[in-house]
């Protein structure tokens, strides 16, 4: 498998210098890297190897400032092992899911098309006026429903149901069991107490490089679209729901729930059984800890939020503190209350 320069820095949210049209077909060390490799360097030690190696690019840090000519591309990041591990992983992916070629029975609508390359396991099935791309997999018993988009190199594991409409973007994975694009919660209260559903027209959208867990959710948009933005990672057991947004490269741990048309913005983390309420909107670079709950607006980049109903993170260690000696501040209430009324007695 290749990739350009440009590409691989797309999956990693970094920027390019040099010529991001270059291929990449392997992974290696800086110092033993050689033409059409990537290569990574974090530890300053290693720096020496950068003005030398044979690599095509370099994933380096957003500081470093090279003291002499470089040859290959650099892909600035963050933090570049990091960096470097998660593309190991998306090369891991790759690599592990390497068939080709049509099992039987499979179906595919005769109004469909797919690319070169590709694998469709047993028992799949994919609908009328779809549009897969390249060596896109598909596993068995995955469900793809008509007029759905699949770009080039995605994954659908085994299981996973992707419903009409549907567009998902280059190298993105579907992992086993998730479902995208059922209908949204909307139901409208009835004079009579009962309830009305609402139908639910929209679509979800899930930009390149996404990775859905097991058995996460994704609902469609009553009007326009559900959608994922570029690299972002969601674990399994999440549920996203309709017309909700998800920024560049946010991160969603397990068993976190989205209320419908809340808003989170890029490199966003939200840790394990988060519950964030509807048309709710999270600035850039926000931290939600675990079993957190979240009901109003982040404003401020950079925010760290805890506990249920979430607030400042600091504010929240504070009254913690006071939370757990608030026995002991009762006592010495009751003491002083007790003192008072004895000086007050004549």
Do not use: W
Not at 59 to 79: D, H, M
Not at 99 to 104: A, D, P, S, T
Not at 109 to 124: C, D, L, N, Q, V
Not at 247 to 262: D, L, N, P, W
């Amino acid at each position: 498998m290749e990739f350009t320069v440009q590409q691989i820095a797309e999956v990693l949210g970094g920027t390019v210098e040099g010529d991001a049209t270059l291929r990449i077909s392997s992974l290696a060390k800086i110092e033993e890297a050689r033409p059409g490799s990537l290569t990574f360097l974090s530890n300053a030690k290693y720096e020496p190897f950068l003005y030398e190696t044979g690599a095509s690019a370099v994933i380096v840090s957003q500081t470093l400032e090279p003291k002499q000519a470089v040859q290959p591309a650099l892909i600035r990041v963050e933090n570049p092992y990091t960096a470097f591990s998660q593309l190991l992983e998306f090369y891991a992916q790759a690599t592990r899911t390497g068939k080709r070629g049509v099992e039987e029975p499979a179906f595919i609508g005769k109004s469909s098309e797919i690319g070169a390359g590709h694998y469709r396991g047993a028992f799949s099935y994919i609908g009328e006026q779809c549009r897969l791309g390249d060596n896109v997999l598909v596993f068995p018993h995955a469900y793809i429903g008509d007029r759905v988009t699949i770009g080039e190199g995605s994954i659908i594991h085994a299981g996973a149901k992707i419903y009409p409409d549907t567009v998902i973007g280059k190298f993105c994975v579907i992992k086993a069991g998730a479902v995208v694009g059922s209908d949204g919660f909307g139901f409208a209260p009835q004079p009579d107490g009962s309830y009305k559903a609402i139908p639910q027209i929209g679509n979800v959208v899930l930009e390149d490089y996404v990775s859905i867990g097991a058995n996460a959710t994704i609902d469609c948009a009553t009007l326009g679209s559900t959608i994922v933005r570029t690299g972002s990672k969601i674990d399994n057991l999440v549920q996203l729901a309709h017309n909700v947004e998800i920024g560049r490269h946010t991160v969603i741990a397990s068993q976190t729930g989205i209320a419908g048309s809340a808003k989170i913005g890029d490199h966003c983390v939200l840790a394990g059984q988060v519950g964030m309420a509807g048309h709710v909107t999270l600035a850039n670079k926000t931290t939600v800890t675990a079993q957190s709950g979240v009901g109003k607006n982040v404003k401020q980049e950079g925010t760290i939020l805890q506990g249920s109903t979430a607030f400042d993170f600091k504010q929240n260690q504070r009254a913690q503190i006071v939370f757990r000696r608030l026995p002991e501040l009762e006592q010495r209430v009751a003491q002083l209350e007790k003192a008072k009324n004895a000086t007050e007695k004549p």
